[in-house]
């Protein structure tokens, strides 16, 4: 979910995919007195430049992680940011193909972003720990339980050549997507209670965030392995 306030008490631009959860947010901001404009993500989402005073690299960071597709500190010139913009246009209308032409290569480049994922956790638990735990943990070690486990048996299946353990890898998925959804549902409670929370709620959500991303290059392997031993193209039909 990406938020961009024009004021206070002005215009929100709200973009969520998940309906119920938008909803929400338009209805308690729309009490407040904001008028919000509400945008579904994916491709055919608007691309969200964060302009902004904070200059650290943690804030630069966790921009991007959270979503932005470029981020710009003050002060800045009106050439460099339609000059950005025309940059952020550039990459979303070329961002479709090479993503396509990418997933086709073979397994060791899923391997290498479960990798890079890894690093993003790692480094986000570290912020964590500087930190009082905001909530006893439950479905988060549930769920990077069942991600590492779709890892592990992808591969398995990957150097057996097993079909039926890549589908159950493949259903597991959905699995992982509701406890991603739980997770955010819960961690948004407290947001909203209290604004204090914000910080450690948003490192818990990228967690999440990261902890799906894994579990969705677990089953591109599995798919990618039904494809080598029956010649289906099953991508995300089984789950």
Do not use: W
């Not at 002005?10 to 901001?29: K, W």
């Not at 339609?82 to 070329?94: K, M, N």
């Not at 990798?115 to 500087?130: C, F, K, S, W, Y």
């Amino acid at each position: 979910m990406k938020t961009v306030t024009a004021s206070r008490q002005g215009r929100v631009l709200v973009v969520e995919d998940e309906r119920d959860v938008a909803e929400l947010i338009r209805y308690n901001l729309a009490r407040e007195g904001y008028d919000v404009v509400v945008a579904p993500t994916g491709p055919d989402a608007i691309p969200v430049i964060m302009v902004t005073g904070r200059v650290e690299e943690g804030d630069k960071v966790l921009g991007f992680e959270m979503g932005a597709d470029d981020y710009v500190t003050k002060p800045f010139s009106p050439r460099e940011l339609l000059a950005r913009i025309r940059a952020v246009s550039r990459r979303g209308r070329a961002a479709d193909g090479q993503e396509k032409k990418a997933q086709l290569k073979a397994g060791d480049l899923e391997i290498e972003r479960i990798g890079d994922q890894a690093v993003n956790i790692g480094q986000r638990t570290l912020e964590l720990n500087r930190e009082p735990q905001l909530k006893p943990y439950i479905d988060l070690p549930r769920m990077a339980e069942r991600a590492q486990g779709m890892v592990k048996e992808s591969l398995d299946a990957f150097v057996s050549g097993d079909t039926e353990l890549t589908r159950k890898v493949c259903a597991a998925d959905n699995e992982v997507d509701a406890l991603k959804e739980q997770i955010f549902r819960e961690l948004l409670t407290f947001m909203m209670e209290d604004a204090k929370t914000i910080p450690r709620a948003i490192r818990l959500i990228l967690v999440s965030r990261f902890l799906e991303r894994v579990a969705d290059h677990a089953t591109n392997i599995a798919e990618m392995v039904i494809y080598m031993i029956e010649s289906k193209m099953v991508r995300h039909t089984l789950a």
